[in-house]
């Protein structure tokens, strides 16, 4: 075999390689976090100071998974108050899994949702709360067995 035909497949092997690389990359889909990402980030001053608000109470917001069902119990000097709000459980890797939870909390200060129906891995919780007119907001990471 001469240089030449060596030349030559070398040159196919890099097109045929290029090509399957071409192809693996247009099947595969990226989600986004968000598909509103840039009003999100507007958003961000009013979420810092909605979390600063949040780490000066008394105690944080408990969130707990249990059953399929997810169990908020906020601070002490909640009680009593009308508690009202979102809670955001986003998966990261498969927004099919994204769950958006209407939060109104019970006299005690104690929520639980009905069935989630939660695929099992790891969840970004984002908890938006309000009391009395002021925005309070919490995010944890949760993981479902």
Same mark, same amino acid.
């Given at each position: 075999?001469?240089?030449? /035909?060596?030349?030559?497949?070398?040159?196919?092997?890099?097109?045929?390689?290029?090509?399957?690389?071409?192809? %693996?990359? =247009?099947?595969?889909?990226?989600?986004? $976090?968000?598909?509103?990402?840039? =009003?999100?980030?507007?958003?961000?001053?009013?979420?810092?100071?909605? @979390? *600063?608000?949040?780490? %000066?109470? *008394?105690?944080?917001?408990?969130? $707990? #998974?249990? +059953? +399929?069902?997810? @169990?908020?119990?906020?601070?002490?000097?909640?009680?009593?108050?009308?508690?009202?709000?979102?809670? /955001?459980? #986003?998966?990261?890797?498969?927004?099919?899994? +994204?769950?958006? $939870? %209407?939060?109104? =909390?019970?006299?005690?200060? *104690?929520?639980? *949702?009905? %069935?989630?129906? #939660?695929?099992?891995?790891?969840? +970004? =919780?984002? #908890?938006?709360? @309000? $009391?009395?007119?002021?925005?309070?907001?919490?995010?944890?990471?949760?993981?479902? @067995?």
């Amino acid at each position: 075999m001469n240089w030449g /035909k060596g030349l030559a497949i070398s040159l196919i092997a890099f097109a045929a390689m290029m090509a399957a690389f071409g192809i %693996a990359s =247009a099947r595969r889909t990226e989600t986004l $976090v968000t598909e509103n990402y840039y =009003a999100e980030e507007l958003k961000y001053q009013e979420r810092i100071d909605a @979390q *600063s608000r949040t780490n %000066a109470l *008394s105690a944080p917001v408990s969130i $707990v #998974l249990a +059953d +399929d069902r997810v @169990q908020l119990r906020f601070p002490v000097e909640m009680e009593g108050k009308a508690i009202t709000g979102s809670l /955001k459980l #986003l998966r990261t890797n498969d927004a099919r899994a +994204d769950r958006d $939870v %209407a939060i109104a =909390a019970e006299s005690d200060g *104690s929520f639980t *949702s009905e %069935a989630l129906d #939660l695929w099992p891995g790891r969840y +970004d =919780a984002s #908890l938006e709360w @309000q $009391v009395d007119g002021i925005t309070y907001h919490t995010a944890e990471k949760l993981v479902v @067995q």
